[in-house]
């Protein structure tokens, strides 16, 4: 059976690739950063019922020797490199670390592929942020990049990297230019997950509002269930490559709001207030993504709508806030 090596692994995206490869009959091993409790690490490859099918190794991205024996040891078929610091507001307080772990981190993962198993297909996890204060109306993979956050530029640092050892040593090293994509796995500090959690604790009498910041940037949203299946294909290819992938749909966090809300039975401007703590110092107005590539190459598109995703994400918290209750 072919052999995986995910870094991020217990993250949303992680999580759900975790699934999509076992699935796929992979022996799928992940990176583990021992930053909590087992019990929480854990928590969302438990959720989806994989926890016990994957191979866990202690290992940090900034640690090159703990990077190079995990990649000896396990002698991966593909490596995607899905761990970041990766909550973009966090980058403006933590820029140094997210530098560090975000840009360099994906170079250490790089090296150690490049030294030890060099024919491995490695994936890396960039973002839509980088197009930052848009150059056109919909982003491709020819749009030019102005990344507006500590996130962002190291997100395009890394993902120049993977095209230099792309080009320099002949790796097959693909990028996923993801725009943003959500799931009842998404963290709590997310908007949509913010939303939706407050969704379900205003339903259940646990609150009465909700706080946000800017009501009026607009995200083009995904599922994180579809979009590995995307990261996936890309390491299939013969050529490597990099792929934007969206669902060509925007609409505003005001929009997001009315449609959770509305999921519940809420009126969301009965609830939702805007607060100067949550704006970003510098907004990433609008992204809106052409995934036209993907369409035309890996035979891929969205599965899931931006409202019945909504709809799974608000069931998923009610269900969670319903047992904590019980």
């Known amino acids: ?15 759900y690739l975790a699934q999509f490869l076992l699935e796929k009959g992979y022996a799928v091993h992940g990176l583990l950063r021992r930053s909590a409790s087992a019990e929480v690490i854990g928590e969302r490859l438990r959720w989806l019922g994989v926890l016990d099918r994957v191979v866990l190794h202690d290992g940090d991205l900034m640690d090159l020797s703990a990077i190079l024996r995990i990649v000896e040891k396990v002698q991966p078929d593909e490596v995607y490199n899905l761990a970041a610091q990766s909550f973009v507001h966090a980058s403006w307080q933590q820029p140094l670390l997210t530098g560090s772990v975000t840009g ?8 150690a592929v490049r030294l030890i198993a060099p024919k491995a297909r490695f994936y890396q996890a960039s973002s839509s942020e980088m197009f930052g204060k848009i150059q056109e109306q919909k982003q491709n993979e020819r749009t030019p990049f102005y990344p ?4 962002a530029a190291a997100k395009l640092y890394a993902h120049w990297m993977t095209v230099n050892y792309r080009e320099s040593f002949a790796m097959h090293a693909s990028s996923g230019i993801l725009f943003n994509h959500e799931s009842p796995l998404r963290g709590i500090e997310f908007v949509t997950r913010k ?3 407050g969704v379900a604790r205003i339903k259940l009498g646990l609150a009465s509002e909700l706080v946000l910041g800017n009501l009026a940037a607009q995200r083009d949203w995904g599922h994180a269930r579809d979009y590995v299946a995307a990261m996936w294909a890309m390491l299939q290819q013969d050529v ?3 792929y934007v992938i969206a669902t060509g749909r925007t609409v505003s966090i005001r929009d997001f709001c009315a449609i959770a809300f509305g999921h519940a039975g809420l009126d969301w401007q ?6 100067a703590a949550f704006m970003r110092p510098a907004e990433v107005d609008i992204l809106l993504g052409d995934a036209g590539k993907a369409r035309r190459k890996l035979g891929w598109q969205p599965a899931t709508t931006l409202e019945a995703m909504a709809a799974e994400m608000v069931e998923a918290d009610l269900a969670r806030h319903r047992a904590a209750q019980r």
Do not use: F, K
Not at 1 to 15: E, H, R, V, Y
């Open 195 to 197: 939303i939706t959690d």
């Open 270 to 275: 009965a609830h939702v207030r805007t607060s």
């Open 104 to 111: 360099l981190g994906a170079v250490n993962m790089l090296e």
């Open 1 to 15: 059976m072919p052999t995986a090596l995910i870094t991020g692994i217990t993250g949303q995206d992680g999580a």
């Open 240 to 242: 490597p490559d990099d």
């Open 148 to 151: 507006r956050s500590p996130y």
